[in-house]
């Protein structure tokens, strides 16, 4: 089976950075998602990794270690709309998604 | 491009009656469509997979018969909730992929209370 850890909660303050960490075990990994979700609306893509490396996308990065069953969201310059659920989910050659609990990020000025 | 559609956004009932919920992808072919239920502050949870033409694939312990699927064009998939009851209210979310290994594009959900 499948098995995805986050964190539930996190807290942060305006302007700074935030990490976000997803372990995950899993057999025919092929591919890692990032998606942001706020309250009562459908998750948005945010990015995607299957190779080992950081990946940038303006003030989002993803990280993945294939290696270490890891991957971590890193937001710069947190604005108050980045306050949102961010889920990391798996996916496995010919297979779903599964995606983690979700991590509530709550952004503070 | 890459564009879901979901039809009730919200949508009130009574216990016992059935729904219908339409996910429609509007500029590509979805040759693979997928329900996921979310129950607030929890994750997305997939119930079934479902491939144009053919019958859905169910998540363990998803009622088929409560949870009707029809997938009957590449562009249109239909959830029907049959005998609903207040505790089918609930966040559901469809997804289309153009492939089973490529990205999924979600749907705007469709909230669901059941009286």
């Known amino acids: 089976g499948q098995n995805i850890d986050q964190p539930t909660e996190m807290t942060a303050t305006e302007g700074a950075i935030v990490q976000i960490n997803c372990t995950y075990q899993t057999s025919g990994f092929n591919g890692l998602f990032w998606y942001q979700q706020h309250a009562g609306e459908a998750p948005t893509f945010l990015s995607y990794n299957v190779l080992d490396g950081l990946e940038e996308k303006g003030r989002f990065s993803s990280f993945l270690s294939r290696s270490k069953g890891y991957s971590y969201l890193l937001l710069k310059e947190l604005q108050m709309k980045d306050s949102a659920s961010y889920l990391c989910?798996?996916?496995?050659?010919?297979?779903?998604?599964?995606f983690g609990p979700g991590t509530r990020l709550s952004v503070l000025p | 491009g890459a564009v879901v559609s979901q039809h009730p956004s919200w949508v009130i009932c009574k216990s016992g009656t059935s729904v219908k919920i339409e996910c429609r992808s509007l500029?590509?072919?979805?040759?693979?469509m997928f329900w996921y239920r979310q129950f607030p502050k929890q994750s997305l949870m997939l119930m079934a997979t479902s491939n144009e033409g053919s019958k859905a694939t169910y998540e363990q312990g998803v009622e088929k018969d409560k949870f009707l699927i029809n997938h009957a064009s590449l562009t249109l998939s239909t959830l029907t909730v049959t005998s609903a009851h207040p505790e089918d209210s609930s966040f559901y979310i469809c997804s289309a992929s153009p492939g089973p290994d490529n990205e999924q594009f979600f749907g705007p959900g469709t909230r669901l209370t059941v009286l």
């Open positions: 989910a798996v996916k496995n050659y010919g297979q779903n998604f599964v």
């Open positions: 500029d590509f072919q979805a040759t693979t």
